[in-house]
Every structure is written in structure tokens, then in C-alpha cells.
């Protein structure tokens, strides 16, 4: 007769893959102009708007800021947004004039910042009917984070749809929800908005589990 299994299931199952964070090298696969590395012929990168694309053309840009307060200089951000109606567009196309995605990356160099280029979002609808206010979804990849940390980049010039919109407002916290609005600037004839993000500490910016 064959004798049952004595082995407890906890030493059965195979063990858990350590984790690890996508630091310091993620540059060299992901974002190659700054890591010094020739470009791929398809590159997917910071420009989501060509010139000839619909919407109002602006500058994004920021920092990345640790609980120390100092500057990130090796953080990745992915972006995801919708287009100048407020819809998003399924596939990447780089002969396309804009692309709902991108990434950019902040730099060793200088103040070390992030930018992307291109088009101010329309208010997207949720699917419960809910008009959020225009934004853009950014992903956060650096050392020392296992898993990327989601947030969102507001306008202060839509201060009606920022009121309105259910996901800002399901922020209790009035200051809580500034640290999601990008401050307008005017810059050598562009316009152009800025958010740092800050991972730890005071002035943190509000993360999201999606």
C-alpha cells in the first residue's frame, strides 16, 4: 500500500522570488539618450506630441525628490494620458502626431529633471459617467522601489474640473491634494508645467493602489 505524503504543503510549495528594485540600471534598457547609449530605430521616449498633432502643445517637467530631500537622479517615469478630447489611444505609433504613452527619465546632470512634450489632456469620462478633470498618469521606477509608485499630474489652470473631479476629491486632505498640481510657467515661449515628486517625508506626494 502506498503510504500517504508526511511532507507539511508549506515545504512543498516552491519558495517566493526575491524582490528587486529596477535601480541603478534601468536607464541603460529603458532610457537610453541619458544613459549615453545610441538610440534603438524605435525608440519610445519623452516626445507624445509631434508639432502637427490637435491640442494645445505644452512642456511638462519636474523632479523626483527622496525622504532625504535630495534629488533623484536616476529615477524612470512612464506616462499615460489622453488626448487633447480626453481619449486615450490603444496602440503605439511613432509615425502617429501623438501617443497616449511615453517615458522620460531625470539625469545625473544639473537640477536633474524630467520632461515631456507634448499636448494638454481634455477631461476624460469614467465609466460610471464621472467626468475626471485633465491629467496625466505617471509611473515612478528608481532604486529602492520594488514595486513603481502610481500618481497623477493636475493642471492649476482647471480649477472647476480639479474641484469636480471625483478621484482629487476623494483626497481629504486640501494640502494633500496640491501636491498633485502642476504649477504653470512660461518659458522661452512655451508653455510649460511643473511637478516635483517627492517619494518620503514632508510635502509627500499622494500615491495611488490601482
Same mark, same amino acid.
Given at each position: 500500500?502506498?503510504?500517504? *505524503?508526511?511532507? #507539511?504543503?508549506?515545504?512543498?510549495?516552491?519558495?517566493?522570488?526575491?524582490?528587486?528594485?529596477? +535601480?541603478?540600471?534601468?536607464?541603460?534598457?529603458?532610457?537610453?539618450?541619458?544613459? @549615453? /547609449?545610441?538610440?534603438?530605430?524605435?525608440?519610445?521616449? =519623452?516626445?507624445?506630441?509631434? #508639432?502637427?498633432?490637435? &491640442?494645445?502643445?505644452?512642456?511638462?517637467? @519636474?523632479?523626483?525628490?527622496?525622504?532625504? +530631500?535630495d534629488l533623484?537622479?536616476?529615477? /524612470?517615469?512612464?506616462?499615460? !494620458?489622453? %488626448?487633447?478630447? &480626453?481619449?486615450? !489611444?490603444?496602440?503605439? %505609433? /511613432?509615425?502617429?502626431?501623438?501617443?497616449?504613452?511615453? $517615458?522620460?527619465?531625470?539625469?545625473?546632470?544639473? %537640477?536633474?529633471?524630467?520632461?515631456?512634450?507634448?499636448?494638454?489632456?481634455?477631461?476624460?469620462?469614467?465609466?460610471?459617467?464621472?467626468v475626471m478633470?485633465?491629467?496625466? =498618469?505617471?509611473?515612478?521606477?528608481?532604486? +529602492?522601489? =520594488?514595486? !513603481?509608485?502610481?500618481?497623477?499630474?493636475?493642471?492649476?489652470?482647471?480649477? !472647476?474640473? *480639479?474641484?469636480?473631479? #471625483?478621484?482629487?476629491?476623494?483626497?481629504?486632505?486640501?494640502?494633500?491634494?496640491?501636491?498633485?498640481?502642476?504649477? $504653470?510657467?512660461?518659458a522661452e515661449?512655451?508653455?510649460?508645467?511643473?511637478?516635483?515628486?517627492? /517619494?518620503?517625508?514632508?510635502?509627500?506626494?499622494?500615491?495611488?493602489?490601482?
Amino acid at each position: 500500500m502506498r503510504q500517504p *505524503n508526511t511532507v #507539511p504543503r508549506s515545504e512543498l510549495m516552491l519558495r517566493e522570488t526575491a524582490s528587486q528594485t529596477a +535601480g541603478p540600471y534601468v536607464h541603460i534598457g529603458l532610457a537610453l539618450d541619458v544613459a @549615453g /547609449l545610441p538610440e534603438r530605430e524605435e525608440e519610445i521616449w =519623452n516626445q507624445l506630441a509631434k #508639432p502637427d498633432a490637435e &491640442g494645445e502643445h505644452i512642456e511638462v517637467v @519636474g523632479t523626483v525628490i527622496d525622504g532625504n +530631500g535630495d534629488l533623484v537622479r536616476d529615477a /524612470l517615469l512612464e506616462a499615460w !494620458q489622453a %488626448d487633447a478630447r &480626453g481619449e486615450y !489611444q490603444p496602440e503605439f %505609433d /511613432l509615425e502617429a502626431p501623438f501617443n497616449s504613452f511615453g $517615458r522620460t527619465a531625470t539625469t545625473a546632470a544639473g %537640477d536633474s529633471e524630467w520632461t515631456l512634450t507634448t499636448i494638454k489632456p481634455g477631461a476624460v469620462t469614467r465609466s460610471d459617467g464621472r467626468v475626471m478633470a485633465p491629467h496625466i =498618469n505617471l509611473a515612478i521606477f528608481a532604486r +529602492g522601489i =520594488n514595486i !513603481q509608485l502610481q500618481t497623477r499630474l493636475y493642471f492649476e489652470d482647471e480649477t !472647476q474640473a *480639479n474641484a469636480a473631479c #471625483p478621484v482629487l476629491s476623494a483626497i481629504e486632505s486640501p494640502a494633500r491634494r496640491q501636491t498633485l498640481i502642476a504649477k $504653470r510657467e512660461e518659458a522661452e515661449g512655451k508653455v510649460r508645467y511643473r511637478l516635483d515628486i517627492r /517619494l518620503q517625508g514632508e510635502g509627500e506626494t499622494v500615491f495611488f493602489d490601482f
